[in-house]
């Protein structure tokens, strides 16, 4: 079983930057690819980022891209999420998920493992 745990989450203002951490432990694979997903308020879990085992692959959701920056460090085993220009839309829980292989997956349901999801809101 591998357990994620997100960190960084908070309140900012429209254009401003947060950066979210996942930290895995358990029983991780150090090839497996990572994922950041968001669920807004009444709406249902969104893609929003993810990063092969390998670093060598990222995908991101249209929304997302040019401003934020997934990446992974392989020796502590975490995956960052920068998010630049920061709006509104992207207030959310976002959640950190992991899946057993190296390939990565903009699908919720191509994850094995979960977070318990951080809060971020971007204020007006």
């Known amino acids: 079983q591998v357990h994620l745990v997100e960190s960084g989450g908070g309140l900012v203002q429209a254009g401003g930057s947060l950066r979210l951490s996942c930290a895995a432990s358990?029983?991780?694979?150090?090839?497996?690819?990572m994922g950041w997903f968001r669920q807004a308020l009444g709406k249902e879990r969104e893609f929003v980022a993810t990063i092969s085992g390998s670093a060598r692959s990222t995908e991101y959701a249209d929304s997302v891209k040019g401003r934020f920056t997934i990446s992974r460090d392989k020796a502590k085993n975490t995956a960052d999420l920068q998010m630049n220009s920061l709006n509104p839309e992207d207030t959310a829980i976002y959640y950190c998920?992991?899946?057993?292989?190296?390939?990565?997956?903009?699908?919720?349901?191509?994850?094995?493992?979960w977070g318990q999801g951080v809060q971020v809101t971007v204020s007006s």
């Open positions: 358990g029983r991780t694979g150090s090839d497996s690819a």
């Open positions: 998920a992991a899946r057993r292989v190296n390939g990565i997956s903009t699908v919720a349901s191509g994850y094995d493992s």
